[in-house]
């Protein structure tokens, strides 16, 4: 082990990766399921709400899912998943380093097929929570955006609704207005001017309600 010194705090490292897994694997099932949700909890304390808390999702999704939290691995899959949508597939996508862009492209390969796979995690966690049905919305809507994107539209719609009734349900109106954005974005690309002005109007309503 090495002692790496910083401004503020000392660290300790292995000084090889074997090293660490020699050491790793020596420890019993038990207490490698409570070092992971001791790291987990670790980085989660360590986000800051920031664009820089993107870079922790990987390792957050890691160690959640080896000490078993399936709900917290899911949340941070949707996260890590949303800025995949937002480098890529967004009309005005956002701007990110190389970095992150590498990241991204090593930890997201086919989107159809992590949407699915997230939805099996969230299936096996089902539960009557508040925060199950904010994941439940947040997939719902990361699948309904996908599918209005690639042009199977009466998938990415049926999604869509699911997302929709469950923001409304529990008020949450940041994700009400996503939503109508993808809708929006819909009526666009079929060139359908109503459903386009419904949102907008419908979008609009809710802005002025925020803002009052």
Known sequence: IKEII????????FTHQKIREYVYNL???GKKKLLHKK????????????NNDKFL???????????????KAVQYKIKNLSEYYSFFHE????????TFKIQLEDNIINVEEKLLEIEKQLISVQDE???????????????GRYYIHIGEYSSGLEKIDISMR?????????????NYKQMIYYGIQVHNMVTMNKYINKSLNIIEKMDS
């Open 57 to 71: 999702y990987p390792n957050l999704i890691y160690h959640f899912e080896r000490c078993g939290n399936t709900k």
């Open 166 to 178: 469950l923001a409304e349900t529990i008020r949450y109106e940041q994700y009400l207005l996503n």
């Open 27 to 29: 420890q019993s099932a």
């Open 91 to 98: 009309t005005f996508p956002v701007v990110f380093d190389n």
């Open 6 to 13: 910083s401004e503020n705090d000392i660290y300790y490292k």
């Open 129 to 143: 929570s508040y925060e199950f049905n904010i994941l439940k919305m947040e997939l719902s809507y990361l699948f």
């Open 39 to 50: 790291v987990s909890d670790y980085l989660e304390k360590n986000l800051n709400n920031n």
